[in-house]
Nanobody, 125 residues
Framework: QVQLVESGGGLVQAGESLRLSCADS????????MGWFRQAPGKEREFVAV????????YYGNSVKGRFTISKDNAKNTVYLQMNSLKPEDTAVYYC??????????????????WGQGTQVTVSS
């Protein structure tokens, strides 16, 4: 059974950096891809980034492209999200997610099968 455990959220000032981690525990085989979504109060869940386990292909949401970097450590079944040049509009709960395989769209929350509990990221101006 998949268990995604996030860490690394917190409160920072605009322009600073944070790194989120997500460990996939409780599995004897690997997810096809892991990634991150975020949800701000009153808004829909937004795709942030994804990375495939096999060849490490990455894809980013437009709002974070050039500032965030997703990476992975297959040996640890862990994915990371390095967030640089943070802005107040990045404030949200960040959710780690994983999929056994994409069906329609890599940016659609419905295509992801497993979710972490979420970690709060707050960026002050």
């Amino acid at each position: 059974q998949v268990q995604l455990v996030e860490s690394g959220g917190g409160l920072v000032q605009a322009g600073e950096s944070l790194r989120l981690s997500c460990a996939d525990s409780g599995r004897t085989f690997s997810l096809h891809a892991m990634g991150w979504f975020r949800q701000a109060p009153g808004k829909e869940r937004e795709f942030v980034a994804v990375i495939t386990r096999g060849n490490g292909v990455t894809y980013y949401g437009n709002s974070v492209k050039g500032r965030f970097t997703i990476s992975k450590d297959n040996a640890k079944n862990t994915v990371y999200l390095q967030m640089n040049s943070l802005k107040p509009e990045d404030t949200a709960v960040y959710y780690c997610t994983g999929t056994d395989g994409f069906r329609t769209s890599i940016t659609a929350a419905a295509d992801y099968d497993y979710w972490g509990q979420g970690t709060q990221v707050t960026v002050s101006s």
